[in-house]
């Protein structure tokens, strides 16, 4: 009666084992609630929305350019309209850029990620495979012999208890090595996501830089357009001339005021505002025809850096009709210089600069009829030929 009693609770205990490693090995990967990470870190967020808000802007500009008449009124405007789209496409491919390289990091960390769970898994595998290989060569029946040839019901306990232990123990290494595997297949599948987005990324940063070579060339080339047609061109230049006027007096003024409160000059000499193989003036200070010309013109390529040609602090960074994008920085002493008909400015009102310090990229931007730098030297406000304070370098 007692051993058919022990072979009862024998048996039992097996079942109960069997039925143990039957759930766990039969459960599904991912059963278990861990969670990876998603792509939804505050620094991607950041960019992504930024994105979306210039994409919205160019949206509008787009509807504005469709909804203005067919006049000369249309023809300036859509030049101002060229020129702020191709400051909107610049700051997108900025974005698109930091997205990327975010992206990039998200994904060199999964990596890491990864690679550590993998040696960890296989270290959980060896132990898994070292239990397998002693229950083999040990056999089950080890455990039933434990048990029936106990000599009293004390040792019976006993051995009982220590059997539970070892399946206990076995259970729980293929419990976390099945987690473990369930872990490691989401942080595979949040790396998938992350590598989707940065190539979509990719894609629309593709498209965006050939959108920005077109318009570069669509505004380079818009005034040169016009010249087909000498009555609306003539009126364009006289607008201009009258807004380039009215922000000429402008400046006039508020470099009188800031001479009054920055009477020292920094000193030391000027130096040139582009890059030495761009040497030739396409058209110098002075008249040229009934205009005036208030600085030099430096032709150079698209997207060339412009330099400062001398520490001070930025007066102005803003678009004007005429000047287009354009820089002014205060040197003291009345002292000033002007940067106009830039594709990009790379510094804000209220920032020092230094000699040589990188302030913008040069494009063609405002009344332009090509990429070039224009470059004015002003003392308390006024004009002055620049070549008398710097020279091309040789």
């Not at 792509?39 to 929305?49: A, F, L, W």
């Not at 690679?115 to 089950?140: T, V």
């Amino acid at each position: 009666m007692l051993k058919n009693q022990k072979k009862s609770r024998v048996f039992l205990l097996i079942s109960l084992f069997v039925s143990l490693v039957f759930v766990l090995t039969a459960a599904p990967a991912g059963y278990f609630d861990v969670t990876a990470k998603k792509v939804g870190e505050s620094d991607v967020k950041n960019i992504e929305t930024q994105l979306a808000n210039i994409e919205s802007k160019l949206n509008k500009l787009e509807k504005d350019i469709q909804n203005t008449d067919s006049t000369l009124e249309k023809e300036l405007r859509e030049k101002t309209y060229i020129d702020t789209e191709l400051t909107l496409v610049g700051s997108s491919i900025d974005y698109a850029e930091q997205l990327v390289y975010a992206y990039s990091n998200k994904i060199a960390e999964k990596e890491k990620e990864i690679a550590d769970m993998e040696a960890k898994i296989e270290s959980k595998y060896d132990e898994f495979e070292e239990w397998i290989l002693m229950s083999y060569e040990n056999g089950d029946v080890s455990y039933i012999q434990m048990l029936l040839s106990t000599k009293d019901f004390k040792e019976f306990l006993s051995n009982t208890e220590q059997i539970a232990n070892i399946i206990e123990y076995q259970n729980l290494l293929m419990e976390d090595l099945d987690i473990s595997l369930a872990k490691l297949k989401q942080e595979k599948e949040a790396l998938d996501i992350y590598k989707t987005e940065q190539l979509k990324t990719r894609s629309t940063l593709n498209e965006q830089k050939a959108r920005m070579d077109n318009l570069a060339a669509k505004s380079a080339n818009y005034i040169s357009q016009l010249e087909k047609d000498r009555t609306r061109l003539e009126a364009q230049k006289a607008e201009s001339e009258k807004q380039l006027e009215i922000l000429n007096q402008e400046l006039i003024e508020l470099l009188e005021k800031i001479a009054q409160q920055n009477a020292v000059f920094i000193g030391g000499a000027y130096m040139w505002p582009a890059q030495s193989e761009y040497t030739r003036i396409s058209s110098g200070y002075g008249y040229r025809g009934r205009e005036f010309h208030l600085g030099i013109d430096i032709p150079v390529g698209y997207g060339t850096e412009v330099y400062a040609a001398n520490g001070g602090k930025v007066i102005k960074s803003t678009s004007h009709y005429s000047y287009g994008n354009y820089i002014l920085i205060d040197h003291g002493g009345g002292q000033a210089t002007l940067y106009a008909h830039n594709s990009k400015l790379l510094v804000s009102e209220g920032n020092t600069v230094s000699k040589g310090d990188v302030i913008a990229l040069a494009g063609s931007t405002g009344i332009s009829s090509g990429n070039h730098i224009h470059f004015e030297i002003r003392i308390n406000g006024v004009t002055t030929d620049p070549l008398e304070y710097v020279s091309a370098p040789q």
